[in-house]
């Protein structure tokens, strides 16, 4: 089993639709949650973390953590064509090191 | 403010032969990590300085190996390449742990 898994791509959203994306981790452990954005040909760049069970809310981006199903997941509202770009989940395991995901490649369609 | 700064940019090495990457954290960050991405593929960890010390490691042979300098700097080498470490190499800066801050990156091609 890999340490964290997201669900495979690509997915195609039109604009302005909810695009979710989602995350599930190995280590029960884990205590830090987090979603970078990588455009193409860019490195990483973080946009949201999340410690806690339940939502948090950043504009159009909601995290939602649930740590007894082992789940993590990214929703953006309103998604826009400048949403387009690979997000990856990364998760801080309990042997404190930050593990990503193979990643999900979003594409939203004007 | 710089942030995080990465040399070369790329590089074009052959089997065999030895790399070194160089990273200087963005100001303030005291903690660095470095990560292997191949193309499709997400970031692999590969490892992390803190105090000028190995703190952590991914599953990476001791190929790799790296240093942090009194300035945070860091320097990842890798010895005898193989075409399997063509890869981006992205180095991570960061105070709190797990939200990282990464520079440009290295692109390594072994011929």
């Known amino acids: 089993q890999k340490e964290v898994e997201q669900n495979s791509g690509p997915l195609s959203v039109p604009e302005g639709a909810i695009a979710s994306l989602n995350c599930t981790y190995s280590?029960?452990?884990?205590?830090?949650f987090f979603w970078y954005r990588q455009y193409s040909g860019k490195s990483p760049e973080l946009i949201m973390s999340?410690?806690?069970?339940g939502d948090k809310e950043d504009g159009r981006f909601t995290a939602q953590l649930n740590k007894a199903s082992q789940y993590v997941s990214l929703l953006i509202r309103d998604s826009q064509p400048s949403d387009s770009a690979t997000y990856l989940c990364?998760?801080?395991?309990?042997?404190?090191?930050?593990?990503f995901g193979p990643g999900t490649s979003l594409s939203v369609i004007p | 403010d710089a942030g995080v700064t990465q040399s070369p940019t790329h590089l074009i090495k052959t089997r065999g032969q030895q790399v070194t990457l160089r990273c200087s954290p963005k100001s303030g960050h005291d903690t660095v990590s470095w990560y292997q991405q191949a193309l499709g593929q997400g970031p692999q960890f590969i490892f992390q300085y803190y105090e000028e010390e190995e703190r952590q490691r991914g599953n990476f042979p001791d190929r790799f190996s790296g240093h942090q300098f009194p300035n945070y700097s860091s320097e990842l080498n890798v010895n005898a390449l193989l075409l399997g470490d063509s890869a981006l190499y992205l180095c991570?800066?960061?105070?709190?742990?797990?939200?990282?801050?990464f520079g440009e990156g290295s692109r390594l091609t072994v011929l």
């Open positions: 990364a998760v801080k395991t309990s042997y404190d090191k930050v593990i």
């Open positions: 280590d029960r452990g884990s205590q830090s």
């Open positions: 999340i410690y806690s069970n």
């Open positions: 991570a800066s960061s105070i709190t742990p797990g939200e990282l801050f």
